[in-house]
């Protein structure tokens, strides 16, 4: 984006006069190319007074002249939409101590357009210190804070170079339509073959691409819409029959305002456009776009009554009678004392904007009000990611009839870094909501992490999502999608294999972070007796009570888990039965399990069932000893151990 002095090249639609203070002329050997640069500053060849400049900046030895041309060489790449060479002209200007405080202000907000907020929140302080009586100085620091502020807490949206229409030119100000993107672009395509020297591009012409299948087809010229000078920023009605556009300079490129025109697509083919009868040649006018009624076209101009330099207005319109009523302008709560220009109106009646007059993050900012009564709110900076600290204007919207899943709903335009071009092409669609997984896998006895452990996520249906490692600190982290079930399991070598942990993200709303903690147990050696605490029995009964289903269900994920593993389930009694009778209940017991872990899906080799009565208890409860129910309790349980790692299922 443009600092306060800079006009982007879509402002070059409107051949606005810009004033420079005379300055007394000397002979001078350079005098005729200084001169010659001056005259192109003035005539808004930006581009052409640049290079101008700098050709004649190094003959110069006068100091105070030599400051002038540097910020004339900064200010036009500035002008010219070259905010990279222009920030670099703009450091030399201001360690060349250039006498004039009100570079500060323009080196802030360039500044501001590279996002560097606190470097030109310094630069506007500085300003203000020079100049105290300028309240802006003081807004522009607020500006800075209020910037950082939407950077640091963006919004959701999924913001996206549309890369395969973008080139090293520009394109902007898109518009959706019957499936179609139009936009403006000065492409090598466009036609005619004059440079543009306001910005050393060609004229801008209106482009279509198809969409198809969501795949963007190469654009296409307009040629029926286009002349060899400016055309931009269309507006078609939703059947792509009638179109209204900007033409800014005329057929003939003598022109010096901008003005709205309108076609018609007859027997295949648009007819030759004509201009709209409410335009005027003291003033320009374009960025038109109708309110969803037909009722009401909104524009951009620089009529008298305009706020600030150019201004969002409508003018009613008849489509029966094909008659224009006067020009409204928006009011204060959508104009500001600068420029505010490229209105969309959404179906649902919000007005949305460009403007580089109200608070926002550097540059044009898009702003959205809401229209009730022809009443608009105050408006509303749509934030970060869609605005950045370079221009972000040119909104539109995808009916939502014409919406589709995955893909955008609106397209916008903008000269941030990272572009392809000068200005690019964005699109706009919600961005996923994201549901991170977090892994910390540790070693159960040592408690200590576990590096390069598996963690495999798959559906519950068996669909393989992914397997990350985790580090040396045991955590592997993960985004799984929405609206499914998932399984999550760890393992590593030397390790049994954790049990499932179902993650269910059918209910989702929001971004989501979930810790899981896993825990590995070595595998023991097959002299080691597990005791799986929670199977126990009541007194002379051998089904399997409730509490010990769930940990007979752990038990079975850590099986279905590790499918090389055998293993014997033992069962024990206490002591208050005669010792056969108790050998056989244990057994019972040990075969209740079995049968409950293949119910389960556990195969049946690989369990063995065996019953030790009351042969080993775990404490002094034996016969005619005196102890409670709890320490008998403690006798009524079942074992497991490991008896081999290589089991295979047989085929």
């Known amino acids: 984006m443009k600092n306060l002095f800079n006009l982007p090249i879509w402002i070059l639609l409107f051949g606005f006069g810009f004033t420079l203070q005379a300055q007394e002329k000397q002979v001078k050997p350079y005098q005729i190319d200084l001169d010659k640069a001056d005259y192109a500053f003035k005539a808004k060849k930006y581009n052409t007074a640049a290079q101008l400049y700098q050709k004649v900046y190094p003959k110069i030895k006068e100091e105070e002249q030599k400051q002038q041309v540097l910020f004339s060489i900064a200010e036009s790449y500035r002008n010219s939409n070259n905010f990279k060479k222009a920030l670099q002209w703009f450091d030399e200007v201001v360690n060349s101590k250039y006498p004039d405080p009100a570079i500060l202000y323009s080196y802030g907000q360039l500044l501001k357009n590279f996002e560097r907020y ?327 006895e040592s408690n200590l992490p576990i590096g390069n452990a598996v963690v495999k996520v798959q559906s519950t249906a068996g669909k393989l999502l992914a397997e990350p490692k985790t580090n040396d600190k045991g955590n592997a982290i993960l985004d799984i999608p929405l609206n499914e079930s998932w399984d999550v399991t760890a393992s590593k070598d030397k390790y049994l294999s954790s049990a499932k942990i179902e993650i269910d993200t059918r209910n989702i709303k929001q971004d989501t972070s979930i810790e899981l903690r896993i825990a590995l147990d070595l595998v023991p050696s097959d002299d080691i007796e597990l005791t799986m605490q929670g199977i126990y029995y009541d007194l002379d009964k051998w089904d399997v009570r409730p509490d010990a289903k769930i940990i007979l269900d752990s038990l079975a994920g850590i099986l279905t888990s590790n499918p090389n593993l055998v293993i014997e389930l033992a069962s024990h009694t206490d002591s208050r039965a005669p010792a056969p009778y108790n050998l056989e209940l244990s057994k019972k017991r040990a075969q209740s399990c079995v049968n409950y872990l293949t119910q389960k899906g556990i195969v049946k080799d690989r369990l063995q069932a065996v019953g030790y009565g009351e042969t080993k208890l775990v404490n002094d409860c034996s016969d005619d000893v005196d102890c409670s129910e709890e320490e008998h309790q403690q006798n009524r349980r079942t074992t497991v151990r490991i008896i081999r790692i290589d089991f295979k299922v047989k085929r």
């Open 118 to 444: 606190d470097e030109a929140g310094r630069a506007f302080y500085d300003y203000s210190f020079e100049v105290p009586g300028d309240i802006n100085g003081k807004i522009a620091q607020q500006s800075c804070l209020f910037a950082a502020s939407l950077k640091a807490n963006p919004k959701k949206f999924k913001v996206e170079n549309l890369a395969n229409l973008n080139t090293d030119q520009s394109e902007y100000a898109p518009f959706f339509v019957q499936n179609k993107l139009i936009f403006s672009s000065t492409r090598k395509e466009a036609q005619g073959s004059e440079t543009f020297e306001w910005t050393g591009q060609k004229y801008s012409d209106l482009f279509v691409s198809q969409i198809s299948n969501k795949v963007f087809a190469k654009p296409q010229a307009l040629k029926a819409l286009n002349t060899n000078y400016n055309e931009g920023v269309a507006w078609f009605d939703p059947s792509y029959t009638t179109a209204y556009f900007t033409q800014c300079n005329g057929i003939d490129g003598q022109g010096i305002t901008c003005k709205i025109y309108v076609s018609y697509f007859q027997n295949g083919n648009w007819v030759e456009p004509k201009v709209l009868p409410f335009n005027n040649d003291s003033f320009s006018m374009g960025h038109p776009a109708f309110s969803p009624d037909g009722k009401r076209l909104f524009f951009t101009s620089n009529m008298p009554g305009s706020i600030g330099g150019k201004d969002i207005w409508y003018i009613p319109y008849d489509a029966l009678k094909d008659q224009w009523g006067s020009p409204v302008n928006c009011g204060s709560n959508v104009n500001s004392t600068e420029d505010d220009m490229f209105p969309f109106v959404a179906e649902d009646g919000t007005l949305y904007f460009a403007s580089k007059g109200k608070l926002g993050m550097g540059g044009l900012d898009i702003f959205e009000s809401k229209d009730s009564s022809n009443t608009f709110t105050v408006a509303q900076n749509l934030g970060s990611p869609i605005n950045s600290g370079a221009d972000d204007f040119g909104i539109s919207f995808i009916p939502k009839a014409a919406r589709e899943p995955e893909m955008p709903y609106a397209f916008f335009t903008s000269n941030r870094e990272g572009g392809l071009g000068d200005d690019d092409l964005y699109s706009i669609a919600d961005k996923p909501i994201v549901v991170l997984v977090k892994a910390f896998v540790y070693d159960r």
